[in-house]
Protein backbone atom coordinates (compact mmCIF):
# COMPACT_ATOMS: atom_id res chain seq x y z
CA UNK A 1 0.00 0.00 0.00
CA UNK A 2 2.80 2.18 1.15
CA UNK A 3 4.66 1.39 -2.73
CA UNK A 4 1.04 2.19 -4.34
CA UNK A 5 0.92 5.91 -2.43
CA UNK A 6 4.78 6.87 -3.67
CA UNK A 7 3.77 5.53 -7.06
CA UNK A 8 0.95 8.20 -7.18
CA UNK A 9 2.76 11.01 -5.35
CA UNK A 10 5.59 10.80 -8.00
CA UNK A 11 3.43 10.38 -10.58
CA UNK A 12 1.78 13.46 -10.06
CA UNK A 13 5.01 15.52 -9.18
CA UNK A 14 5.71 14.70 -12.77
CA UNK A 15 2.49 16.03 -13.84
CA UNK A 16 2.96 19.05 -12.31
CA UNK A 17 6.27 19.19 -13.59
CA UNK A 18 4.78 18.53 -17.00
CA UNK A 19 2.35 21.30 -16.94
CA UNK A 20 4.89 23.62 -15.40
CA UNK A 21 7.33 23.16 -19.12
CA UNK A 22 3.94 23.43 -21.17
CA UNK A 23 3.16 26.40 -19.63
CA UNK A 24 6.79 28.26 -19.87
CA UNK A 25 6.61 26.90 -23.57
CA UNK A 26 3.11 28.32 -24.20
CA UNK A 27 3.93 31.53 -22.45
CA UNK A 28 6.80 32.10 -24.68
CA UNK A 29 4.69 31.25 -27.54
CA UNK A 30 2.05 33.73 -26.38
CA UNK A 31 4.77 36.29 -26.07
CA UNK A 32 5.78 35.93 -29.74
CA UNK A 33 2.75 36.22 -31.06
CA UNK A 34 1.95 39.77 -29.17
CA UNK A 35 5.38 41.32 -30.46
CA UNK A 36 4.20 39.89 -33.79
CA UNK A 37 0.97 41.35 -33.69
CA UNK A 38 1.54 44.92 -31.78
CA UNK A 39 5.08 45.37 -32.91
CA UNK A 40 6.74 45.03 -29.37
CA UNK A 41 7.24 43.26 -26.28
CA UNK A 42 4.34 43.08 -24.08
CA UNK A 43 6.78 43.44 -21.16
CA UNK A 44 7.66 46.84 -22.60
CA UNK A 45 4.10 48.18 -22.12
CA UNK A 46 3.84 50.75 -19.41
CA UNK A 47 0.63 48.91 -17.93
CA UNK A 48 0.98 45.18 -16.84
CA UNK A 49 0.11 43.08 -19.61
CA UNK A 50 -1.23 39.58 -18.86
CA UNK A 51 -1.92 37.51 -22.51
CA UNK A 52 -4.80 35.35 -22.95
CA UNK A 53 -3.24 32.13 -25.16
CA UNK A 54 -4.29 28.71 -25.97
CA UNK A 55 -7.04 28.62 -22.71
CA UNK A 56 -4.41 30.05 -20.28
CA UNK A 57 -3.42 33.59 -18.81
CA UNK A 58 0.13 34.24 -19.43
CA UNK A 59 1.61 34.05 -16.62
CA UNK A 60 -0.85 32.81 -14.60
CA UNK A 61 0.14 34.44 -11.05
CA UNK A 62 0.25 38.13 -11.31
CA UNK A 63 1.67 40.19 -8.23
CA UNK A 64 0.26 44.11 -8.84
CA UNK A 65 -0.29 47.00 -6.13
CA UNK A 66 -3.38 47.89 -5.47
CA UNK A 67 -5.26 50.38 -7.66
CA UNK A 68 -3.16 49.78 -10.38
CA UNK A 69 -4.09 48.92 -13.91
CA UNK A 70 -4.11 45.39 -15.58
CA UNK A 71 -4.25 44.86 -19.40
CA UNK A 72 -5.32 41.40 -20.68
CA UNK A 73 -4.80 41.00 -23.97
CA UNK A 74 -6.27 38.13 -26.41
CA UNK A 75 -3.24 36.73 -28.81
CA UNK A 76 -5.27 33.64 -30.22
CA UNK A 77 -6.28 33.85 -33.63
CA UNK A 78 -9.70 32.54 -33.40
CA UNK A 79 -10.72 31.84 -29.59
CA UNK A 80 -12.60 34.73 -27.30
CA UNK A 81 -11.89 35.07 -24.12
CA UNK A 82 -12.53 37.43 -21.15
CA UNK A 83 -11.78 38.07 -17.72
CA UNK A 84 -13.99 37.69 -14.69
CA UNK A 85 -13.28 38.27 -10.47
CA UNK A 86 -16.19 36.21 -10.05
CA UNK A 87 -15.01 35.72 -6.29
CA UNK A 88 -14.83 39.34 -5.55
CA UNK A 89 -18.46 40.10 -6.74
CA UNK A 90 -16.98 41.69 -10.07
CA UNK A 91 -19.26 40.93 -13.59
CA UNK A 92 -17.80 38.77 -16.45
CA UNK A 93 -16.03 41.45 -18.80
CA UNK A 94 -17.23 41.05 -22.24
CA UNK A 95 -15.43 38.31 -24.85
CA UNK A 96 -12.97 39.83 -26.54
CA UNK A 97 -11.09 38.34 -30.04
CA UNK A 98 -7.76 38.72 -31.44
CA UNK A 99 -6.28 41.69 -30.40
CA UNK A 100 -8.93 42.69 -27.52
CA UNK A 101 -7.68 44.01 -24.79
CA UNK A 102 -9.72 44.28 -21.16
CA UNK A 103 -8.67 46.72 -18.92
CA UNK A 104 -9.10 46.10 -14.88
CA UNK A 105 -8.62 48.27 -11.95
CA UNK A 106 -6.79 46.60 -9.19
CA UNK A 107 -8.93 48.13 -6.67
CA UNK A 108 -9.47 44.82 -5.08
CA UNK A 109 -8.24 44.16 -1.22
CA UNK A 110 -4.89 43.27 -0.18
CA UNK A 111 -4.11 39.02 -0.85
CA UNK A 112 -4.83 36.51 -3.29
CA UNK A 113 -7.81 36.43 -6.16
CA UNK A 114 -8.90 34.30 -8.57
CA UNK A 115 -9.08 35.10 -12.09
CA UNK A 116 -11.39 33.48 -14.35
CA UNK A 117 -11.89 33.43 -18.31
CA UNK A 118 -15.65 33.12 -18.23
CA UNK A 119 -15.69 30.51 -21.17
CA UNK A 120 -13.10 28.48 -20.28
CA UNK A 121 -12.29 28.07 -16.51
CA UNK A 122 -14.65 25.37 -16.09
CA UNK A 123 -13.97 23.21 -19.47
CA UNK A 124 -10.39 24.02 -19.68
CA UNK A 125 -8.83 24.98 -16.54
CA UNK A 126 -8.22 28.81 -17.69
CA UNK A 127 -7.50 30.33 -14.52
CA UNK A 128 -5.17 32.77 -12.81
CA UNK A 129 -4.18 34.32 -9.82
CA UNK A 130 -4.03 37.62 -8.90
CA UNK A 131 -1.90 39.17 -5.99
CA UNK A 132 -2.94 42.89 -4.73
CA UNK A 133 -0.04 44.39 -2.19
CA UNK A 134 -0.12 47.66 -0.98
Not at 5 to 13: E, R
Not at 44 to 56: A, D, G
Not at 78 to 97: A, I
Not at 122 to 129: F, H, L, Y
Request: with cysteine.
Amino acid sequence: MRRLGLALLTVSLCAGLARAEDTTELCAEAAARYKEMFGREAASEPVKTILMYKYRFCPDVVSAPKGSKLRYVNVDKRTSHSVWLRNDGRPESERVFSGGVIDVDADLDEGEHEVLCGPHWESDGMKARLIITR
